[in-house]
């Protein structure tokens, strides 16, 4: 209809091309993923959250003397810390308000905060996403244990993002084992090339706007089920199947009824997500720690059933779920924790958006009324 028509329609925008990056590579066939060049499965074997957004945002391993700069001011108390006057906003905030309109809110609140907040320089971009990525977990966890009336734990400058991050929530020191899983966690999840979050993000960006923008459009389109909700999504599956011998009909059930299987499908793998195996070898090892592996069965048999029933198969927050779930942490805390790794990636984005910036602006085939006649209100 419109002067647009002519251009084929992309519905969401499958396939469609809209600029070059160097961040992320994925192989939709093969079930590959590469950040920066390096497959995630040497950054999970080898790597740390933290090592990993120096990645993300220099475009290079960092030497040890770059790396423990960077450790260091992610894990200073000066950038971890939020500013007191957050502190008593969010305890005037309704107790119900879940953790992703926590998140969302506080965000945006902390670039009040922000010395830099009117400079977009790459440098000021920089000291943002370090001070953003180590503000995250200490907003995450400060408004869990505010919902649950307990007393705010302060970041601890020798804990490592991860082991922090858990610290925060329980007020103890995590196991090793969970710190580490955490950590893998974060790996897997801090990007994954022009998905919706990010795309969201960029947009933002490419109207010069600034990086605590962008980060909250970022976390306005992963709360969607969709996309990073569906980690939460599933989970309150697992608890309404609760026994592995019931799993095989309900999920059975569930596909006769042309239900969305959450943690299943994906825009750009045909294969089994490369980030699905790690968190299910994860979350199994806290499990069998936990004494408890049944959330890990159920899954198991809704991957089974699914994947053979209609050839979709799992994506990363299938298994992610369980796995948080093993460590005491809760249901609605499980996007918030996507949030706080995709920073990375969302931060990495708009810095490259910034280095070479056109505003993103596509068409729609108009389809509505063109000679609709104004009645005076009067006369309707
Ligand atoms: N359960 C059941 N059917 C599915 C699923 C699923 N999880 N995913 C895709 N399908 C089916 C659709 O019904 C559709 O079938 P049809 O052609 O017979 O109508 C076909 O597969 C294609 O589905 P689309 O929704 O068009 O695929 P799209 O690429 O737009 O969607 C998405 C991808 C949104 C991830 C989808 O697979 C989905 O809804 N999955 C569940 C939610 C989820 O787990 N999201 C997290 C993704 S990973 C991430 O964002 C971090």
Redesign the pocket.
């Known amino acids: 209809m419109s002067d647009a028509a002519a251009n084929p329609l992309k519905a969401?925008l499958?396939d469609v091309v809209v600029s070059t990056s160097d961040i992320c590579f994925i192989d939709g066939h093969k079930g590959r993923l590469l950040y920066r060049g390096f497959d995630v499965d040497d950054l999970v074997a080898q790597s740390t959250f933290e090592e990993v957004t120096y990645l993300l945002w220099y475009g290079k391993l960092p030497s040890r003397k770059e790396l423990d700069a960077h450790v260091k001011a992610l894990s200073s108390t000066a950038n971890r810390k939020l500013p007191p006057k957050l502190i008593t906003m969010l305890r005037q905030l309704p107790k119900k308000t879940t953790p992703m309109e926590v998140l969302r809110t506080g965000v945006s609140a902390l670039s009040a905060f922000d010395p830099d907040a009117a400079d977009n320089s790459r440098e000021a971009t920089l000291r943002k996403s370090i001070r953003l990525t180590a503000q995250m977990p200490t907003l995450v966890a400060a408004w869990e244990r505010i919902r649950r009336g307990k007393p705010v734990v302060a970041p601890n400058p020798k804990l490592s993002l991860s082991g922090n991050f858990l610290y925060m929530m329980t007020g103890k020191k995590p196991t090793e084992l969970a710190t580490k899983t955490f950590d893998v966690a974060l790996i897997l999840h801090a990007d994954?090339e022009f998905?919706?979050s990010t795309f969201a993000a960029r947009v933002t960006a490419a109207t010069l706007s600034d990086v605590h923008s962008g980060v909250v459009s970022g976390i306005g389109a992963l709360k969607g089920?969709?996309?990073?909700g569906?980690n939460e999504q599933?989970m309150l599956m697992v608890q309404k199947i609760k026994d592995p011998a019931k799993a095989d009909a309900w999920i059975r059930q569930a596909?006769a009824d042309?239900?969305?299987?959450?943690?299943?499908?994906?825009?750009v793998y045909r294969v089994e997500?490369p980030r699905a195996k790690h968190l299910k070898r994860l979350a199994l090892e806290l499990g069998q720690q936990a004494g408890s592996t049944v959330n890990i069965q159920i899954l198991d048999i809704m991957a089974g059933v699914?994947s053979a029933a209609?050839h979709?198969f799992p994506?990363?927050?299938l298994y992610s779920g369980a796995a948080y779930a093993s460590m005491g942490i809760s249901t609605d805390q499980f996007t918030p924790i996507?949030a706080m790794s995709r920073v990375a990636g969302w931060a990495a984005h708009i810095l490259e958006q910034h280095g070479n910036n056109r505003l993103i602006r596509p068409r729609s085939d108009y389809t509505g009324a063109t000679d609709a006649k104004y009645v005076p209100l009067a006369e309707r």
């Open positions: 969401g499958e994954h998905n919706a089920p969709l996309h990073g569906a599933v596909l042309k239900a969305r299987i959450m943690g299943f499908g994906h825009r997500d699914v209609k979709i994506n990363v927050d996507f």
